[in-house]
């Protein structure tokens, strides 16, 4: 099969690369291992992994590892420009840099500090800029380009592209493009490669920010760059498009340029992606149709994504037709096409029809995965049935497949309806006995759990836990822990982490938690506070000052 020479070519190529130490980027689609890992069954399952982030398919390039001595360089990099950011919160987040150039002189004394007794390689520059970046709220920009610009500057700094793209893409992730395309013109004018990769990460951030002919024009400027728009390039255009459901431009540009790139299945199981995102079946089953009179054959992710679309639309019968299609043909469904087929009755809580999907599953001899057992504990956690949770649970490590935090989710919360605050610790610490790490939701779930209970010091033992993992805390996080000191008639708490949420971790609050807070201030007479904290939600914009 094409799929089969494709992906064994791959893993060639992985091995030779990984050997002599070169980094593919994985936008490199389509012929990258994360096109197929896209459309793999690690789709969220529940609407608390959305929560946690988890939703996120398009992924970043991976980055070398660095030496632990290196990686301990850039903890202090790291930690100098966390504690900078700390106390000096930007007001407005999306408030654009002064000047490309910029630097704050206090930091970069700090930095020479360092580098005068450890020389700083490009990889390290990029791992710090990543660390920067990689918290959902209250980003650093400021003090990341602060160190970019430090960092490339130096004397002895070898020119590599690595910091540069990292830079581009931070600055795209917050919607600042012209200074990421003064990146791009600085790599030009410094003989710094402008690669496929640093067009590949410009053009899909364009595309989340829903700038889909903005993310067209940097493809037509790639030639300016010295980067030939090649028939990869405009795969990486019309993926991106289509995962964002920007089918319409995707189709557009597809029509405009595929005389000039010869379609292949891939860039049509793309296009259908896109359609079906878009929720727009009926262009899909044209397009699928279109693929096959071209005399392209739709390999088993081009119809495991029409089956998902009209499963997701309520075309359960015209599904189970393209499934019956695809059985004839000779095209083998992987477990990815089952767990399409079993989560609308998973949705509808139809246990039967979950279990009758499952019983074909074996029949047909496809291994489940690891989304295949999160289903079937879904479908038993609803029906209130957490032995039979469980006893998947122990099915799917005996099987050798890993569980996820959602495997864990979704029996906590049936263990959260049960009360069993037993059963909780029992599963917490089997968690940690398969290594698996608990997520943002896990630790809401369980300090929810125990601020019911008023078990206050296992929800500080978790809070303090989430932090030594670096879990990112949310807006329900913050909830939980407020809501549980207001509670209490502990303002001081309670006014410590509102603080923390709004000031460190930039994330918006509730009007219903603000005004507890409020309330708790009033009571115990702390107007000052009151006033403070006033004005510190008016600053960011988060109310309104009360006439």
């Given amino acids: 099969m094409l799929f089969c020479s494709v992906l064994n070519a791959l893993k060639q190529i992985s091995m030779a690369l990984t050997k002599t130490r070169l980094r593919?980027?994985?936008?490199?689609?389509?012929?990258?291992?994360?096109?197929?890992?896209?459309?793999?069954?690690?789709?969220?399952?529940?609407?608390?992994?959305?929560?946690?982030?988890?939703?996120?398919?398009?992924?970043?390039?991976?980055?070398?590892?660095?030496?632990?001595?290196?990686?301990?360089?850039?903890?202090?990099?790291?930690?100098?420009?966390?504690?900078?950011?700390?106390?000096?919160?930007?007001?407005?987040?999306?408030?654009?840099?002064?000047?490309?150039?910029?630097t704050i002189p206090s930091l970069s004394l700090d930095f020479s500090k360092i580098s005068a007794v450890h020389s700083i390689s490009?990889?390290?520059?990029?791992?710090?800029?990543?660390?920067?970046?990689?918290?959902?709220?209250?980003?650093?920009?400021?003090?990341?380009?602060?160190?970019?610009?430090?960092?490339?500057?130096?004397?002895?700094?070898?020119?590599?592209?690595?910091?540069?793209?990292?830079?581009?893409?931070?600055?795209?992730?917050?919607?600042?493009?012209?200074?990421?395309?003064?990146?791009?013109?600085?790599?030009?004018?410094?003989?710094?490669?402008?690669?496929?990769?640093?067009?590949?990460?410009?053009?899909?951030?364009?595309?989340?920010?829903?700038?889909?002919?903005?993310?067209?024009?940097?493809?037509?400027?790639?030639?300016?760059?010295?980067?030939?728009?090649?028939?990869?390039?405009?795969?990486?255009?019309?993926?991106?498009?289509?995962?964002?459901?920007?089918?319409?431009?995707?189709q557009a540009f597809f029509d405009k340029l595929k005389n000039k790139f010869e379609p292949d299945v891939i860039l049509y199981t793309s296009l259908i992606n896109g359609w079906c995102r878009a929720h727009n079946i009926s262009e899909a089953e044209r397009v699928f149709k279109e693929m096959k009179m071209a005399g392209i054959k739709p390999n088993v992710y081009t119809y495991t994504i029409v089956i998902d679309a009209l499963c997701r639309c309520g075309q359960i019968t015209r599904a189970h037709d393209v499934f019956a299609e695809m059985i004839d043909v000779g095209c083998e469904p992987n477990s990815i096409t089952f767990n399409n087929l079993m989560r609308v009755h998973v949705k509808a809580g139809r246990t039967e029809k979950v279990l009758q999907v499952y019983n074909q599953m074996k029949r047909l001899g496809c291994a489940a995965d690891t989304i295949t057992y999160n289903f079937l504990i879904e479908t038993h956690c609803r029906d209130d049935n957490l032995d039979e949770a469980v006893k998947v649970l122990n099915l799917m490590v005996k099987k050798g497949n890993v569980p996820d935090p959602s495997s864990f989710n979704t029996i906590f919360k049936c263990i959260e309806k049960l009360g069993d605050v037993n059963a909780?610790?029992?599963?917490?610490?089997?968690?940690?006995?398969?290594?698996?790490?608990?997520?943002?939701?896990?630790?809401?779930?369980?300090?929810?759990?125990?601020?019911?209970?008023?078990?206050?010091?296992?929800?500080?033992?978790?809070?303090?836990?989430?932090?030594?993992?670096?879990?990112?805390?949310?807006?329900?996080?913050?909830?939980?822990?407020?809501?549980?000191?207001?509670?209490?008639?502990?303002?001081?708490?309670?006014?410590?982490?509102?603080?923390?949420?709004?000031?460190?971790?930039?994330?918006?609050?509730?009007?219903?938690?603000?005004?507890?807070?409020?309330?708790?201030?009033?009571?115990?007479e702390q107007l000052k506070k009151h006033e403070e904290l006033v004005e510190k939600m008016v600053d960011r914009g988060f109310v309104t000052r009360p006439l």
């Fill in 24 to 102: 593919v980027p994985s936008s490199l689609y389509p012929y990258s291992l994360r096109f197929f890992k896209f459309y793999s069954s690690s789709t969220p399952t529940s609407v608390e992994d959305v929560e946690a982030g988890e939703a996120d398919a398009i992924g970043k390039p991976t980055i070398a590892a660095l030496s632990p001595q290196e990686t301990e360089i850039a903890e202090k990099f790291h930690a100098l420009i966390k504690d900078h950011h700390r106390k000096n919160p930007s007001p407005d987040p999306n408030l654009a840099p002064p000047s490309p150039n910029f």
């Fill in 122 to 250: 490009p990889s390290l520059v990029r791992h710090v800029i990543d660390r920067c970046g990689g918290v959902r709220h209250g980003i650093p920009l400021l003090q990341s380009l602060s160190f970019f610009n430090w960092a490339t500057t130096l004397p002895d700094f070898a020119p590599s592209p690595d910091p540069y793209n990292e830079m581009v893409d931070l600055a795209g992730k917050l919607r600042h493009f012209d200074l990421a395309w003064h990146l791009i013109d600085q790599m030009k004018a410094r003989d710094v490669e402008v690669s496929l990769e640093t067009f590949s990460i410009l053009i899909r951030r364009y595309v989340r920010a829903g700038l889909a002919a903005e993310a067209v024009h940097a493809f037509n400027r790639m030639e300016d760059y010295g980067c030939v728009p090649d028939k990869i390039a405009f795969s990486i255009v019309i993926g991106c498009l289509c995962r964002k459901r920007r089918a319409d431009e995707a």
């Fill in 424 to 524: 909780a610790h029992r599963m917490y610490a089997k968690m940690k006995d398969l290594k698996c790490m608990p997520n943002t939701v896990t630790y809401n779930i369980l300090m929810r759990m125990f601020a019911g209970t008023k078990s206050t010091d296992m929800v500080l033992k978790l809070k303090k836990e989430m932090d030594e993992n670096e879990v990112e805390p949310n807006v329900n996080t913050y909830r939980i822990l407020i809501m549980m000191y207001c509670g209490m008639g502990h303002w001081n708490n309670a006014y410590k982490f509102f603080k923390e949420m709004i000031e460190e971790k930039c994330l918006k609050p509730s009007m219903p938690l603000y005004e507890s807070v409020l309330e708790q201030l009033r009571k115990a």
